[in-house]
């Protein structure tokens, strides 16, 4: 069975007492983060099944922003154009986040926060339509189940607080990831659609999205940001860094896994 898509939600995620801190100077939580949780891109249909059972647990089930599907997998038209990242914990196989980065191949193929949201974009050179099409993606879709959100505060899945710091990078982790990927497929003009205060945290790790457009009602208040991610080398705060680099390894290492994988099969 693909380790990728053993997904009970309702397992409890066991994690080491004891996360080594590897001789490379890591942040402890960020030792522990890497030694306790996997990254890998869904590719297969199987893998993508996964992602979508998830988002519909975080987006139709638990936040109530999209509406119940039958089939239990939240997805839309924009999946077609999207290469999805997730995170899984490294022991139990259980997902515990994913996102996807939307794509463009020409004028018709309009991202998200152009066919929604164009109208509110105000910004004259750092909008979609400025830059060449291969260059532009989205940021869209990230989700971290209520298991991983609220319970990890609570201590009910970790033993000590240097375990409860590594479940809290998840979310900031798949950012990194998809910046990763954007920059692995010449994607550098990256735009997603936040709030204000999603914005002022990850601008306090060094992740300096720009506001390019005016605030609107979707799920509270959010706006279109940018990011030229070939920034984030220069602007990333040393932990987040040496995180991100690390994640970049872990993914190109999973593909390669799994491509080997496939020829053996």
């Known amino acids: 069975m693909n380790i990728h898509l053993a997904t009970g939600i309702n397992s409890p995620l066991y994690v ?7 001789a490379l100077g890591l942040d402890p939580s960020v030792a522990c983060f ?11 249909v199987l893998e993508k099944n996964a992602v979508y059972r998830l ?36 022991l139990s196989a259980k997902m515990v986040g994913t996102v996807r980065v939307i794509t463009s191949a020409n004028s018709q193929e309009l991202l998200p926060v152009e066919s929604n949201f164009g109208n509110t974009i ?16 989205e940021i869209s879709r990230l989700a971290v189940p209520d298991f991983v959100r609220c319970k990890l505060r609570s201590g009910d899945m970790f033993t000590d607080e240097q375990q409860a710091q590594s479940g809290s990078l998840v979310a900031i982790s798949l950012y990194l990831l998809a910046s990763v990927l954007c920059e692995q497929e010449g994607r550098f003009h990256c735009f997603v659609m936040f709030e204000h205060k999603m914005a002022r945290a990850l601008r306090k790790i060094g992740i300096h999205f720009s506001q390019v ?3 609107t009602e979707y799920h509270g208040l959010r706006a279109v940001h940018y990011l030229d991610v070939r920034t984030l080398n220069e602007t990333l705060k040393p ?13 190109d290492s999973n593909s390669l896994a799994r491509l080997g994988s496939k020829k053996i099969a």
Do not use: W
């Open 16 to 22: 080491p007492k004891a996360c080594p801190e590897f």
């Open 34 to 44: 890497l030694n306790s949780f996997h990254c890998f891109a869904a590719e297969s």
């Open 55 to 90: 988002r519909h647990k975080v987006y139709c089930e638990e936040l109530n922003f999209e509406p119940i599907r039958e089939n239990g997998m939240e997805s839309d038209s924009f999946d077609t154009n999207s290469m999805h990242l997730g995170i899984e914990h490294a």
């Open 122 to 137: 105000t910004h004259a050179e750092l909008n979609p339509g400025a830059f060449q099409r291969e260059q532009i993606c």
């Open 213 to 215: 457009g005016d605030f």
């Open 239 to 251: 932990k987040y860094l040496a995180l991100r680099s690390m994640l970049a390894t872990q993914l």
